[in-house]
């Protein structure tokens, strides 16, 4: 409340000052003059935002610093498997007790596939990025790789998101996982990832799985009768909290911290970003939030 300023023209102006702030805050981008807007402060160590459309730079925080990515690494192994020659999203794939052994010997993220189960493809890509499972990308690599043995198939598989990356003309970019648990050399940058995921999201599938807030999956059991898989987008927050969120995924773990890939159109514009190694899981959805803002007011 302003007080002991006495003059209408003061009064004016100073009302003209706070309705441009509250208009912004509530996200009436068109209002302010694009000049005005203020540079975003975000909790975030790296931070990148693009136009998707004309991929013009629209903010960068040490955009092409090497960073942890944690599980935003699964927007690229999503990626590899929709490019696989001839892909059948109704193939199904047997659930594999190395599967569920990996994500309790790792204490992982999970889909809570169950072993014997027949699930298919695209399910087990709803299963990667919504509940963000460990064990549905170890699957899609036990599927997708080459080799007679299960390691050699991983290997493999870490090796097509490796030549995929250099196909994007990446070059602070590579992955030791198909998950995100890396060995100490799975890394990117704010820049690269986004270019990953503007390039996954040409997708169609990738584009609907990754902006599904939740999705309720009936998969065959082992004895042949059926259940039903429930998964909730751990980017719940921001899909259901922000106007024109379509995706993208999150990511977090002792190294990373906390990590998100985000987009959202509005009036016929999409941005697309990432923030890397944020303080908190509302920190990075207030960093993109905070990104995004400043990107449609531009």
């Not at 790792?106 to 695209?122: E, F, P, Y």
């Not at 999201?201 to 799985?209: A, E, L």
């Not at 024109?244 to 990590?259: L, R």
Request: aromatic share 8%.
């Amino acid at each position: 409340m302003i007080t002991g300023i006495k003059g209408t023209r003061f009064r004016r102006a100073a009302a003209v000052t706070l309705t441009t702030g509250a208009v912004l805050a509530a996200g009436g981008f068109g209002a302010a003059p694009a000049g005005a807007v203020a540079t975003p402060t975000i909790a975030a160590k790296g931070g990148f935002v693009m136009n998707n459309g004309t991929a013009a730079t629209l903010y960068t925080k040490a955009a092409d610093t090497k960073l942890s990515t944690g599980s935003t690494t699964k927007i690229m192994t999503a990626k590899v498997v929709l490019a696989q020659p001839n892909l059948n999203l109704d193939a199904k794939v047997t659930v594999a007790k190395a599967y569920s052994d990996y994500i309790v010997a790792n204490t992982a993220s999970s889909a809570h596939l169950i072993v014997g189960d027949k699930v298919t493809v695209r399910q087990l890509l709803y299963g990667l990025m919504l509940p963000s499972g460990c064990d549905a990308a170890y699957a899609l690599a036990d599927k997708f790789g080459s080799g007679t043995t299960r390691a050699a198939r991983v290997k493999s598989f870490i090796g097509k998101m490796n030549s995929a990356a250099t196909s994007l003309h990446l070059t602070h970019t590579h992955f030791d996982s198909f998950d995100g648990i890396g060995n100490g050399n799975n890394w990117s940058t704010p820049r690269d990832l986004t270019k990953i995921a503007s390039s996954a999201m040409k997708n169609s599938t990738f584009k609907t799985i990754v902006k599904t807030v939740s999705t309720k999956q009936k998969v065959t059991t082992a004895s042949g009768g059926y259940r039903y898989y429930t998964w909730e987008n751990t980017n719940k927050p921001l899909l259901t909290g922000y106007s024109g969120t379509i995706g993208v995924k999150t990511g977090s773990g002792p190294e990373a911290k906390y990590c998100l890939v985000f987009a959202a159109t509005r009036n016929g514009k999409t941005v697309i970003g990432t923030v890397l190694a944020s303080t908190s899981i509302s920190a990075r959805t207030s960093d993109a939030t905070k990104l995004m803002n400043y990107a449609f007011a531009r």
